[in-house]
């Protein structure tokens, strides 16, 4: 007695080495050479996909993760961040002069100004993106993503310093010795008295406060009408920010060399900040900054105790 099958269309009984339904005559063997069929075409898509992807691939050819806030919100992050450290500063200094004598004429009093500035000015910052809130935080990362961020971390402090070696390098040929910028010389002074002070401020809010008007700011609002613009003048802007435009009027032109061979490695680090911030959003640029100044404070730190 023969085996029986259902029949793939009519379902009724049939033998099962008949190829068609003695019923219907419905082909039996068509569903297993259309499944064939579909799983080969399907192989064939997946590695003509891979085969693309592999062909085409660009470090800097992918979708942007960089949070669009609003053009308003834009604006007012970069003038809070880029003008408001002055403001404040001014401010601060004015009412320290009106109740009593003057409070940050010194090392110690320029310490505590920078760090009131850095509170007020984070605060203020955040309140401006309060209702973005949830999508900046979203792009701070667990786990391996995490750790991914460090890595754009170690990136940024690896073009940072093959930038200066560079340019150390250019300083000898010049016979110049480049030493810190006026700005790197006022922060290690800082630190110096207020080490883990410093590491809060300097480390971990001050990139933050930098992100926020830089990138999300700055970038952000440029981006709008040229990438490619968006990149060069926030890497400028980032670079000059951390200029002493006062060496230009003391004439002292070993200082103003100095000050111009320190500038490349801020321009770097703008430009990285930004593909990091493009590529990872405002959580990765976030840590890839800030991991690159708590090394340079636990380095100066260090020094310190060294010495």
Request: hydrophobic share 45%; net charge neutral.
């Amino acid at each position: 007695m023969n085996e029986k099958r259902k029949c793939v269309k009519c379902k009724l009984l049939i033998d099962s080495d008949l190829d068609t339904c003695p019923y219907c005559g419905y082909l039996q063997n068509n569903e297993e050479i259309h499944e064939n069929s579909s799983e080969n075409n399907e192989s064939k898509e997946v590695v003509s996909v891979e085969k693309k992807d592999t062909r085409n691939f660009n470090l800097f050819d992918f979708e942007p993760k960089d949070t669009r806030v609003h053009v308003v919100k834009q604006i007012f992050l970069f003038l809070t961040g880029w003008i408001g450290m002055t403001i404040i500063s001014l401010l601060l200094q004015y009412i320290s002069l009106s109740i009593s004598e003057p409070l940050f004429d010194n090392t110690r009093g320029i310490g505590i100004l920078n760090f009131v500035i850095y509170f007020i000015l984070f605060g203020i910052l955040s309140l401006i993106c309060c209702f973005d809130m949830p999508k900046l935080l979203s792009t701070f990362k667990k786990g391996k993503g995490f750790l991914t961020d460090l890595g754009y971390g170690g990136v940024l402090v690896s073009v940072s310093i093959a930038v200066s070696i560079t340019f150390n390098l250019i300083g000898k040929i010049l016979n110049i010795k480049v030493a810190d910028n006026q700005n790197e010389t006022g922060i290690n002074s800082i630190v110096s008295i207020y080490p883990m002070l410093s590491l809060l401020i300097f480390g971990f809010l001050g990139p933050i406060c930098e992100e926020f008007t830089y990138r999300v700011g700055l970038f952000g609002l440029l981006k709008r009408g040229n990438r490619i613009l968006a990149y060069v003048l926030t890497a400028v802007i980032f670079g000059f920010i951390h200029f002493d435009f006062n060496c230009l009027a003391s004439n002292n032109a070993s200082l103003i060399i100095n000050e111009f061979l320190n500038l490349p490695s801020y321009l770097a680090a703008g430009i990285t900040l930004c593909f990091i911030y493009e590529k990872r959003g405002f959580g990765g640029s976030c840590v890839a900054h800030i991991l690159n100044n708590v090394i340079s404070i636990l380095f100066t730190i260090l020094s310190g105790f060294i010495a």
